[in-house]
């Protein structure tokens, strides 16, 4: 492995401190990579600061430019990047490397937009011009499930409105972000992309630093509302995309053998660590016995291993915290429900947890009120369709949910039933950077992706003149 290094007002620096990266799939360190310190965060909000006056004055145009030119360097060393993702992730190199390929095409995509001036008003009376300006230094804030993707959710839409950054990346998976570093250090000026890691102790320093400007974080809830309480002191703008307890509605029209490997991959996909993950499935009586049978057949079937391996289907756990947690529902779903596939942490280094189905289980229930992070599926019985999206609706979260049905309009019908950001019909886990992405209640705050995600990272200055008669 190179040496990782951080960037700050263009350069690369490392730090006296180190930390150690784990391969999730050995539980063996990888390298040692530079751990920032307070002053490093100071000193890049300060590039930061010190970039913003000449990158907020650069034509749009040439801003969308250099995002290109990231994303053409991106692709070419995108093997490597899927190496180093699934190496610190421990993601299949499969989908590792279309993550690579994703965030290049987030990046290309917020190239793409634009930021036009609106004529409110022409009038014999007044001309009112609505213009959308940056706001200065944005701290974007990324979790370890996706590494690489959400870093491309905040910094080519924080750049092209003509912000600079600085990028802290999750304390388990900092080596894509530093990787993307060396990238940016080639491509903008100094000062406009920053990035300091740390042992998860320094998000609050650059949440609260007076000048920073807007923070746009995603992790979990519990982080999101210390976040929250950060900014206020700058009443800072801030987005938050945070946790999820996704429920799955299956009418009793569905056919279990058609809807399960949908239901499937909703559930398990990065070995169920995706926000947007079906975390709870709710199952009509009627189909209940032969859906779980389904699922179960294909938990079975499931090749779960290192990320190299061939034929891999999912990775492990991404770091021991988490495995504990995880590990935690388990034990919580055996006393609770009946476990009809998985069930137990694999017998091998690393943090691999076989594909686990959990049946018999009900509402009130650790495995099925919180959110597992973790492959492992509850799987709920009802009878009532209007009892069932009360249930569904009782979680605090809402970032996303799903109603499977052979008739797509009668589900697509009920979609607004669903306290959710996203309603899926017949599919779960489907995001384009042009469609919005929100969640509801306590599952976010603001709006990302798309023209709506992209004016988060504006303020609105309104230029309200008088009749030139
Ligand atoms: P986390 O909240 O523990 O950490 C997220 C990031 O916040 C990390 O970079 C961490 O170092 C940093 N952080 C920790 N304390 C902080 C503080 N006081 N101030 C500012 N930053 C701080 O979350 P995680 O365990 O890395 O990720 C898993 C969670 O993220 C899950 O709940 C998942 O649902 C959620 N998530 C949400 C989305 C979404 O788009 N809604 C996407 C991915 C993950």
Redesign the pocket.
Same mark, same amino acid.
């Given at each position: 492995m190179s040496e990782y290094k951080m960037l700050i007002n263009g350069q690369l620096v490392t730090s006296d401190d180190k930390m150690s990266v784990i391969n999730p799939s050995t539980g063996e360190s990888i390298v040692d990579c530079p751990r920032g310190t307070k002053h490093h965060i100071d000193a890049a909000v300060a590039a930061a600061k010190a970039a913003f006056p000449g990158w907020s004055a650069t034509p749009v145009a040439a801003r969308a430019a250099l995002l290109n030119k990231l994303a053409d360097a991106l692709e070419a060393r995108s093997e490597e990047f899927a190496r180093v993702l699934t190496t610190e992730q421990g993601k299949p190199l499969a989908e590792a490397t279309g993550e690579v390929a994703f965030t290049a095409g987030f990046i290309r995509y917020f190239a793409g937009l634009e930021l036009p001036m609106k004529v409110v008003e022409d009038s014999a009376d007044r001309h009112v011009e609505m213009h959308r300006v940056p706001l200065g230094v944005v701290a974007a !804030?990324? =979790?370890? +499930? @996706?590494p690489l993707l !959400?870093v491309a959710f905040k910094l080519p839409p924080a750049l092209l409105a003509g912000n600079t950054l600085v990028l802290? =990346? $999750? =304390?388990t998976t900092p080596l894509t972000s530093l990787l993307l570093g060396e990238l940016c250090r080639d491509v903008f000026p100094a000062g406009v992309v920053n990035i300091v890691t740390?042992k +998860?102790d320094l %998000?609050?320093h650059?949440?609260s630093h007076p000048d920073v400007a807007k923070v746009s @974080?995603? %992790?979990?809830? $519990?982080?999101g509302k210390?976040?929250m309480a950060?900014a206020a002191s700058g009443i800072k703008r801030i987005t938050l995309? #945070?946790?999820?307890n996704d429920a799955g509605i299956v009418l009793d029209d569905a056919v279990p053998k058609d809807v399960a490997p949908g239901i499937f991959q909703g559930a398990m996909w990065n070995s169920g660590q995706v926000?947007l993950a079906l975390k709870r499935l709710y199952v009509h009586e009627s189909i209940y016995d032969e859906l779980c049978s389904e699922l179960a057949k294909l938990a079975d079937a499931a090749i779960v291993d290192d990320g190299f391996a061939q034929g891999v289907q999912f990775g492990p756990v991404q770091n021991a915290m988490?495995f504990e947690k995880v590990k935690g529902f388990l034990a919580d779903a055996k006393a609770n429900g009946n476990i009809i596939a998985g069930g137990d942490a694999m017998d091998r280094p690393g943090y691999f947890i076989r594909p686990t189905i959990v049946r018999d289980v009900t509402d009130g229930t650790k495995i099925v009120d919180e959110?597992q @992070?973790g492959p492992i599926l509850p799987v709920i019985k009802y009878s009532d369709e209007d009892d069932v999206f009360a249930r569904a609706n009782a979680s605090p979260y809402g #970032?996303g949910g799903s109603i499977w049905s052979s008739d797509a309009d009668r589900a697509a019908s009920l979609a607004l039933k669903l306290q959710a950001g996203t309603v899926w019909i017949n599919k779960h886990l489907d995001l384009a950077p042009h469609i919005p992405f929100a %969640?509801a209640k306590q599952? %976010?705050l603001g709006i990302e992706f798309a023209d709506e995600g992209l004016a988060e990272f504006t303020q609105i200055r309104v230029v309200n003149r008088g009749a030139t008669a």
């Open positions: !804030i990324t =979790p370890w +499930n @996706f !959400i802290k =990346p $999750a =304390p740390d +998860n %998000g609050d650059l949440t @974080f995603t %992790g979990s809830t $519990a982080t210390k976040v950060s995309e #945070l946790g999820g926000c988490q959110e @992070f #970032l %969640g599952s %976010g």
